[in-house]
Antibody, heavy 124, light 110 residues
Framework: EVQLVESGGGLVQPGGSLRLSCAAS????????MHWVRQVPGKGLVWVSR????????SYADSVKGRFTISRDNAKNTLYLQMNSLRAEDTAVYYC?????????????????WGQGTVVTVSS | QSALTQPASVSGSPGQSITISCTGT?????????VSWYQQHPGKAPKLMIY???KRPSGVSNRFSGSKSDYTASLTISGLQAEDEADYYC??????????FGGGTKLTVL
């Protein structure tokens, strides 16, 4: 079964750090671009970051640039999001998502597999 | 990276058709054919319904269709069913390798 399982969420104080993990199974992880998307409960989805198949290239939303770092370990089939200098407005459910792969070498920028999400709460 | 504009809510009766709009700018929807649509039921992860403006992933009902004109993308659901009641989100490539979502639309099946 194709699956993504996030972990690492929790309660952290403003200014603190947290590392999220996303374990992939059921597919060839190294063949896919991967993304993080977040959602404040009751609010909309917000794209956070993406990383290339081999981990050699990444991009970020302006709201997290310089504070968050996306990475991956293809040997462990795991995606990460290192979150530093956390703010109250980073409180959300964080989803990892697989990018739909239709033609090798081109991006669809669509997410065909999602994890169940992990909750991050930034509060004192 | 301003959010795409969607109506907060739409409604329709079973069997009817509804359309949800998603308005962007020349920096996103107006320039790129990389618009996708997601369905999200309460407490669940989003599900991909449409990608690249009008393509359906395997397994998605042909009652769901997508289109785009100028700066506005649209999702049409025909033959509304009770299980279609959910939140719907559009998403577009926004240049510089970034993506932007819409604010979401709550679909109510009357």
């Amino acid at each position: 079964e194709v699956q993504l399982v996030e972990s690492g969420g929790g309660l952290v104080q403003p200014g603190g750090s947290l590392r999220l993990s996303c374990a992939a199974s059921g597919f060839t992880f190294s063949s896919y671009w991967m993304h993080w998307v977040r959602q404040v409960p009751g609010k909309g989805l917000v794209w956070v970051s993406r990383i290339k198949r081999d981990g050699g290239w990444e991009s970020y939303a302006d709201s997290v640039k310089g504070r968050f770092t996306i990475s991956r370990d293809n040997a462990k089939n795991t995606l990460y999001l290192q979150m530093n200098s956390l703010r109250a407005e980073d409180t959300a459910v964080y989803y990892c998502a697989r990018e739909l792969n239709v033609i090798v070498g081109t991006n669809t920028d669509a997410f065909d597999i999602w994890g169940q999400g992990t909750v991050v709460t930034v509060s004192s | 990276q301003s959010a795409l504009t969607q109506p907060a809510s739409v409604s329709g009766s079973p069997g009817q058709s509804i359309t949800i709009s998603c308005t962007g700018t020349s920096s996103d929807v107006g320039t790129y054919n990389l618009v996708s649509w997601y369905q999200q039921h309460p407490g669940k992860a989003p599900k991909l319904m449409i990608y690249e403006v009008s393509k359906r992933p395997s397994g998605v009902s042909n009652r769901f269709s997508g289109s785009k004109s100028d700066y506005t993308a649209s999702l049409t659901i025909s033959g509304l069913q009770a299980e279609d009641e959910a939140d719907y989100y559009c998403c577009s490539y926004a240049g510089s390798a970034t993506l932007v979502f819409g604010g979401g639309t709550k679909l109510t099946v009357l």
